[in-house]
């Protein structure tokens, strides 16, 4: 049950693992019911709404130590959730700070700010643990508004800040994440137009990682890899025009990839089932299917992970980095031939083959002329694909300045 997702101007779709945090719920969902009412009644309505909703489906409130009052704030202490279907479930977290709550009518809830400490969740299948997450501007529906699959169960919120992530999907591997941000900063008619969001040293280590994984990373000569994300993004309902700038992966000591794309006719009614959280998929492929590609740029920086994955490749085939590399550039022009574009088959020849010889950076770039729509890009792609360099106005380069 994606229980966090947005449902208004201020809302963005959270990132799966931080849904269980946010509600308590990944862990307890399941097919709906009644709510349990299992705790005893704080005698605090905000803390009593909140509660209600940590009920929603199979969850059950065990315990909680205390509520307390603080000005505006309400602190619940020692909260413990399990699932009435699955004894293995349990959700503990150390303090939940509710700050200017509302109770509507109903039992809808908002708040200026929602702070979560110490949040663990272990299952059969592995566990989950968050030190602090802090979500502002919420807004939350009721119990009832979730079990009877109202459209107004989707719960928003403005922005959202979490440290100290750490995912043990048991024999799937584990990561650890430093730190999760992001927000809204501006929407028109309740859709979002601008926002932004990085996540910040993502770990994985070989030794957490099932079998393939760990000899995959160690084939390469990494023990571990730290990898971020972030990029920014928005939206002009005027011109119906979306960009993504600068959406970057940094794979630390490996490499890092940095995407920017402009696209055309992005539609309100697009962007308004993109954002409610429960759009129709098959609606939204059609309707993607009507906008247009303005301009795409992808740059690889690489770090090392080039020559390790030149060193494997050699390795295996009996010959060393040189070989490979003379190897692969000679094959270059027959493998570029299919494109039936001798300039272009040459550009690309001689750009990756100064990569390969000496691997500092790549860039495509999609500048064409004009917005070319979707459309025509699947029918070129599916009926002449070697038209696609010149109708996108496609280039690529090597080892070029950032």
Do not use: C, H
């Not at 393939?212 to 972030?230: M, P, Q």
């Amino acid at each position: 049950m994606n229980f966090f997702a947005p449902s208004s101007a201020k809302s963005r779709r959270l990132p799966a693992f931080t849904l269980s945090a946010l509600m308590a719920t990944s862990v307890l969902a399941g097919s709906a019911s009644a709510p349990a009412w299992a705790y005893e009644p704080t005698g605090n309505d905000v803390a009593d709404a909140f509660l209600d909703l940590l009920e929603v489906q199979e969850g059950s409130v065990k315990s909680y130590e205390s509520v307390e009052e603080d000005g505006e704030t309400v602190r619940i202490k020692g909260i413990e959730l399990a699932n009435e279907k699955d004894e293995n479930a349990l959700i503990t977290i150390e303090t939940i700070d509710l700050t200017g709550g509302e109770v509507a009518e109903g039992g809808a809830l908002s708040l200026g700010e929602m702070a979560l400490e110490g949040v663990k969740m272990d299952s059969k299948d592995g566990s989950f643990a968050i030190d602090s997450l802090t979500v502002s501007d919420v807004d939350l529906p009721s119990a009832e508004e979730i079990e009877s699959g109202s459209e107004n169960a989707a719960p928003s919120y403005g922005s959202l800040e979490a440290e100290g992530l750490k995912v043990d999907a048991g024999s799937e591997g584990a990561f650890s994440v430093e730190r999760l941000q992001t927000s809204i900063d501006s929407f028109e008619d309740d859709i979002p137009t601008a926002g932004t969001f990085a996540i910040t040293n993502v770990e994985i280590k070989a030794e957490d990682l099932d079998e393939e994984g760990r000899t995959t990373l160690t084939d390469l000569g990494y023990e571990k890899l730290n990898i971020s994300i972030n990029g920014k993004g928005s939206w002009d309902p005027a011109t119906q025009v979306a960009s993504f700038d600068d959406v970057t992966v940094d794979m630390q000591n490996a490499a890092a990839l940095k995407v920017s794309a402009t696209l055309g006719g992005v539609t309100k009614e697009l962007m308004q089932e993109l954002t409610s959280g429960s759009g129709d998929q098959e609606q939204i492929g059609t309707m993607l299917q009507s906008t247009s590609l303005a301009g795409l740029n992808i740059r690889l920086d690489n770090g090392s992970l080039v020559e390790r994955v030149l060193d494997k490749q050699a390795k295996d085939s009996g010959t060393d980095r040189a070989g490979l590399v003379s190897q692969l550039k000679m094959g270059l022009p027959l493998m570029l031939s299919i494109l039936q574009n001798a300039e272009f088959e040459k550009s690309v020849s001689t750009a990756v083959g100064d990569f390969l010889g000496d691997p500092k950076s790549l860039t495509v770039t999609a500048q064409p002329s004009a917005p070319v729509p979707v459309m025509q890009i699947m029918g070129t792609a599916m009926m002449a694909p070697q038209a696609l360099p010149q109708i996108l106005g496609v280039t690529i380069a090597a080892n070029t300045a950032k």
